[in-house]
């Protein structure tokens, strides 16, 4: 089993910051690509960002210049750092790991539970 683990979500206020974890664990043998997702009330889920195994990252227009991803390849772990935040930022923010566990050969794609980020004043 793999499981993702999210954690760092919480109350800002405006022009605040934040920055979210999430740990993959379990019969991990490879892992591809990593990204953060989110999902406000009333709309449709997002890409926020993802990064490469190599550390090639992509952002949504929205937060260009304020959202930071990085990943720790040894751990399994990919952070969202998130700068200058507005309102409309507010969601539940999910990760995404591209995973090949122990014993197979092919990429299966998991998701954590998602934690909460809420921008307000």
């Known amino acids: 089993q793999v499981q993702l683990v999210e954690s760092g979500g919480g109350l800002v206020q405006p022009g605040g910051s934040l920055r979210l974890s999430c740990a993959a664990s379990?019969?991990?043998?490879?892992?591809?690509?990593m990204g953060w997702y989110r999902q406000a009330p009333g709309k449709e889920r997002e890409v926020v960002a993802t990064?490469?195994?190599?550390?090639?990252?992509a952002f949504a227009d929205s937060v260009k210049g304020r959202f930071t991803i990085s990943r720790d390849n040894a751990e399994n772990t990919v952070y969202l750092e998130m700068n200058s935040l507005k309102p409309e930022d507010t969601a539940v923010y999910y990760c995404?790991?591209?995973?090949?566990?122990?014993?197979?050969?092919?990429?299966?794609?998991?998701w954590g539970k998602g934690t909460l980020v809420t921008v307000s004043s």
């Open positions: 379990g019969s991990i043998f490879r892992t591809n690509a």
């Open positions: 990064i490469t195994s190599s550390g090639d990252a």
């Open positions: 995404n790991a591209v995973i090949m566990r122990s014993g197979t050969f092919s990429w299966m794609n998991y």
